[in-house]
């Protein structure tokens, strides 16, 4: 298993939400307040290593989180390459009508 996938996996079972917790609502709520730090860290310049790891991971958990709500397919073990897992992912929701993009300037 790639490392990041190893990593975004044991996060993922680390911070298992219990099943009735999570609404699409609150996922997608999620979501984009991952993707607007993940967005502001990277027009700030932080690019601490760990903490660039830890944003990417919190962002790709909580897209796994909210397309599983939508039983949009994913797997962990294709974050070997996270960006183009991500960009699926983001193009999958798209289709079903969640253009993140859109939402972020909201």
Known sequence: MPMYSHFLTAALDQKSPSADALTPGKALANLLQRRSQLA???????????????????????????????????????FDQPQAERSRLERALATRGVHLDDLDAG
């Open 40 to 78: 502001n860290n990277r027009r700030d310049g932080s690019s601490r290593t760990r903490d660039a790891l830890a944003n990417e991971l919190e962002y790709d958990i909580a897209l796994i989180r909210f397309t599983q709500l939508l039983s949009i397919d994913g797997d962990v073990q294709l």
